[in-house]
Structure formats: C-alpha cells, structure tokens
C-alpha cells in the first residue's frame, strides 16, 4: 500500500508543480472564460437591446447564468491541457518509464486524473472569486456544496481527455484534435444557453445538447451553486466517467489499446 501511496502523491506533486511554474497555464486558464464572462456577456445583453442600467439585479442576471458554464469551460480545457502534457511526456519517454512500472495501470492514469482535478478545481474557485468581486454570487453555502459536483466532472472531462490523448502519436497533432472537440463540446451545450432556448430554434440542436455529457457536468455545478441537487445529471456525468475512464485505460493497454498499433 505505501508503494500506491508515493506513487500518487509523486503523480500528483509533479503536476502541482507544473501548474505552480506554468504561471502561463493558470492566467490562460482564467483569463478565457473571464473574457467570456465581461465581453460576450456584454455582446449578448446589446443584442437584445438590454441597458446597463438599473435594477442591477437584471443587468447582471446573465452573467450569473453563464458562470457555471464557464466553470466547466475551465475544467474542459484544463482536462485537456493535461493529457497534452501525457501525449509531450510520451514522447519525451517518462510516461512510458511510468507505465511500465509494477503499479496497476489504472491507478496511475487514475493518480493522473486526480492531479488534474485538483488543478483544475482551484482554477475554478479562482475565477468564482474573481466573479464574486463584481457581484456575480450565488448563496454562500453553494460554494460548499458545489465541491463535490466539481469533482465529478473535473474526472469526467479529465477522462475524456485521457482517452482522446491514447489515440494521439505525435504532440503537434492534439490541438487539432483538442478544437475538434471542445468547440463542439462546448457550443452545444447548456453552458451559454438555456435548454428551452434552444428547443426553439432547432429541434436537433436541442437533442445534441440535452444528451451532450458536457452539458450534464454544466447542470450539475449550475444546481448545486444554488444548493439543488440534479440527479439525472448526476447519473450521467458519472456513467460518462466511467465509460470514458475504462476507454482510456484500454487505450494504455500495450496489448490491446491504440499504443501496440502505433508503435
């Protein structure tokens, strides 16, 4: 058992310390979604002619609206910063140091994704402070319960990213790939619009999104902020954790996965 133990708290220190000395990692990571939050937001409410007047109340009620999606925002990209780094320390030959090691495979992808989550839910908390700061609150108990929604679907994206890093050879070739699926991930979801909203507009975008596992994650932190629990999105995002988790970790399988069949 303690071999399992400094093998994780190895894991997740690196990465810790990555997120510490990549100071550009962590401004990128907040300055996204803050962009999103003070410049769409402020695109959106011109195109339906809202004033930045008062009540105050209603000229922020949008802002509030999209932050749990830009919460996810950051947990998405952040899922996939970090197998962009599995895919460069591959290449540099310490992943495959690390996976031949006698610990179970699933547990070090497992440590992997743990690390991962963690950076990725400070990031998270960063930017509600920074939101706090220009009154886009939710109840104070919120930021409590939220925790463990946060948790689930940092592993679910951070999962999603391990399985999609399997299948990838060369580093130069997950940007491309890391925009093939966050842009669409992200877009058609609930994260910058309401479901109804979009039933209205398009039939078939409405169904792409309501079975979308992004958005699910999305309505997960959005009910628990204010203190609800979603169970159907529950259900989803940790099925979603699974079904992507297992991939992954026969995606690392040398005998089965996409590693034996690239070399």
Do not use: C
Not at 22 to 32: G, K, M, P, Y
Not at 188 to 200: D, G
């Amino acid at each position: 058992m303690i071999h399992y133990w400094r093998a994780m708290i190895g894991i997740v220190g690196r990465e810790l310390s990555r997120f510490v000395t990549q100071r550009e990692r962590f401004i990128s990571a907040l300055v996204r979604p803050l962009v999103w939050l003070f410049v769409f937001a402020a695109g959106f409410r011109a195109a339906l002619g809202l004033a930045i007047t008062p009540p105050y109340e209603t000229y922020i009620l949008y802002e509030v609206y999209i932050t749990p999606g830009l919460i996810g925002m950051i947990q998405l990209f952040n899922g996939m910063q970090s197998s962009l780094s599995m895919v460069y320390d591959r290449e540099m030959g310490s992943m495959r140091i690390l996976l031949v090691s006698p610990l179970p495979r699933w547990f070090l992808l497992l440590s992997k994704l743990l690390a991962g989550t963690g950076v990725s839910i400070l990031q998270a908390y960063i930017f509600l402070a920074i939101a706090w700061g220009y009154d886009i609150r939710a109840p104070l108990m919120g930021y409590v319960w939220v925790i463990s929604p946060l948790i689930l679907s940092g592993l679910m994206l951070g999962a999603l990213g391990l399985l999609l890093s399997s299948f990838i050879k060369q580093l130069e070739n997950f940007a491309g790939v890391m925009n093939f699926v966050i842009f669409p991930l992200f877009f058609m979801s609930t994260a910058l619009y309401p479901l109804w909203k979009m039933k209205e507009s398009s039939e078939f975008l409405y169904l792409l999104a309501q079975y979308n596992p992004f958005s699910q994650a999305v309505e997960l932190i959005r009910f628990a902020l204010y203190g609800q629990f979603n169970s159907f999105a529950f259900i989803y995002t940790a099925i979603a954790f699974l079904i992507f988790m297992a991939a992954a970790i026969v995606g690392y399988n040398p005998s089965k996965g996409m590693m034996t069949r690239k070399g």
